[in-house]
């Protein structure tokens, strides 16, 4: 069964820096990882999805990583700005069809 | 591509009563799912169709609540005889084989 874990579960830091989000999953034999961006009282706008042969994808800002080795993504965010504010979703499959998302990372960057 | 459209936004209802909620997937997707979302948790897993057929259903939902995709296209989703519990956002999504998730806006549904 997949269970999906992402710390930290809150962080507020200055615009201007760059962070890394944090997800971990028990199963490896994964096909791809998924990353989203949700707003409050808003459905998931998908930001990066990694397939299991690639290591990283990357759009503008954003960078994902994956390592299935060791059940692990992150999520990198450079030159944070405060629009980038809301909550940060990692999802991975679970058996053939479904998706199990971990709680989020509540994300606030201050102006 | 319009997205994934979901009706209604809002639902207020009263216990024991049954609702029903619509999703309108992007158009050449054949997968689509239901998720269940309560506030500050990641959404839960409720369902799965590839096109019109059924093929995953979590253990999680009871018998009150059924999801339907007649002809590969739209889906519902009901639940009959709700309970204070089933207070929550109600996401639909869809995909292609292998690709992104795209989600709709959900239905916020308070049983009173």
């Known amino acids: 069964k997949q269970e999906v874990t992402q710390i930290p579960a809150a962080l507020s830091v200055p615009e201007g820096e760059n962070l890394v989000l944090n997800c971990s999953f028990t199963?490896?034999?994964?096909?791809?990882l998924q990353w989203f961006r949700q707003d409050p009282g808003k459905g998931l706008t998908s930001l990066l999805l990694?397939?299991?042969?690639?290591r990283e994808q990357t759009s503008g800002r954003l960078n994902a990583s994956l390592d299935k080795s060791s059940g692990r993504s992150t999520l990198y965010i450079a030159a944070s700005q405060p629009g980038d504010s809301a909550t940060y979703l990692c999802?991975?499959?679970?058996?053939?069809?479904?998706?199990?998302f971990g709680t989020g990372t509540r994300l606030k960057v201050l102006a | 591509d319009t997205g994934v459209s979901q009706d209604p936004r809002h639902k207020i209802t009263k216990r024991g009563q049954n609702v029903t909620f619509r999703c309108d997937p992007i158009?050449?997707?054949?997968?689509l799912y239901w998720y269940r979302q309560t506030l500050g948790q990641g959404p839960e897993f409720l369902t799965y169709f590839q096109n019109e057929a059924q093929l995953e259903k979590s253990r999680l939902l009871s018998d009150r609540f059924s999801a339907e995709r007649p002809k590969g296209s739209f889906s519902t989703l009901e639940i009959q005889r709700t309970e204070q519990g089933d207070s929550a956002m109600y996401l639909c999504?869809?995909?292609?084989?292998?690709?992104?998730?795209?989600f709709g806006s959900g239905t916020q549904l308070s049983v009173l």
């Open positions: 999802a991975s499959p679970s058996g053939t069809y479904k998706y199990i």
């Open positions: 158009s050449e997707h054949n997968r």
């Open positions: 990694i397939q299991s042969s690639q």
């Open positions: 999504a869809s995909s292609s084989r292998g690709e992104k998730l795209f």
């Open positions: 199963d490896s034999a994964i096909y791809n």
